[in-house]
């Protein structure tokens, strides 16, 4: 039995089983004001890296397991909670993005803007600059 993973189907349900797109653009549209434009976008871009054909699926499967982290409703650090609320997803999503770096280029970068931008309004992604 091998531990290649060859679909995201083969990664650890505990966070992959919150993943799914609609509740990806779900979370993501709601969380704006209290997770921060910065988590947001950083989430965006993992988002489009998962979309490229050349990123290796085990780096898809760790982008899977961090965005179902921030998808999830359970995590250590409940989202509600003022200030620390987004301290875990930002560091899983970051730990994603470490992961996924060499695939982050400026067309996943201006996919991110543009979907902000898209979302919440022209010239929202400005506040990134």
């Known amino acids: 039995m091998s531990n290649e993973i060859r679909s995201v189907d083969d990664i650890d349900p505990k966070y992959a ?8 653009w779900d979370k993501v549209k709601s969380v704006l004001k209290s997770a921060g434009l910065p988590l ?39 989202d509600f909670i003022p ?8 560091m899983a999503v970051g730990a994603a993005l470490v992961l996924a770096q060499m695939y982050v280029d400026e ?3 201006r996919q991110a803007r543009a979907k902000i931008d ?12």
């Open 107 to 109: 067309g996943v970068k």
């Open 40 to 78: 947001i976008y950083k989430a965006l871009q993992l988002f489009y890296v998962m979309q490229r054909p050349d990123c290796p699926m085990g780096i898809k499967a760790g982008i899977v397991a961090a965005l179902g982290y921030f998808i999830s409703p359970i995590d250590i650090i409940p």
């Open 83 to 90: 200030v620390l609320g987004f301290t875990d997803d930002l």
């Open 17 to 24: 089983r919150n993943y799914s797109e609609d509740s990806f």
């Open 118 to 129: 898209d979302i919440f309004g022209a010239g929202t992604s400005r506040e990134l600059d």
